[in-house]
């Protein structure tokens, strides 16, 4: 699990540090947003392939934004009600996922 958890997170690095418009706040509406990301990982997968010598590695490079984006952490350990919180918030994410890649999948056929 956390071996796939740190592969996960480099990847979403990798497409960060790439394509800065996942660090920016966004500007487009939801039905927009969910084609973004894997959008960018085609077009990550694309130059990779057809122009090797364009990539970086970028789970090494140091972006000042994202070392000093860091958030509000918490003091101490979550509480219950906060880890039940959490855990609705990302089940309605990704229930909200599934549903959008449904109806993608059903529009295209």
């Known amino acids: 699990h956390a ?3 740190n592969a996960v997170e480099c990847i979403f690095g990798v497409i960060k540090c790439r394509f800065r418009i996942l660090l920016l706040p966004p500007e487009y509406k939801m039905d927009i947003q969910v084609h973004i990301p894997p959008a960018l990982c085609l ?3 694309t130059i990779q ?3 090797p010598n364009d990539m970086m590695d970028y789970c090494n ?3 000042a934004h994202i070392l000093t984006d860091t958030g509000n952490l918490a003091n101490g350990p979550p509480t219950e009600h906060a880890r039940t919180r959490a855990s609705l918030h990302r089940d309605q994410i990704a229930s909200e996922m599934w549903e959008a890649y449904n109806r993608e999948r059903i ?3």
């Open 43 to 45: 077009m990550h997968n």
């Open 3 to 5: 071996m796939l958890r």
């Open 107 to 109: 529009q295209r056929g």
């Open 61 to 63: 490079v140091l972006d």
């Open 49 to 51: 392939v057809h122009d």
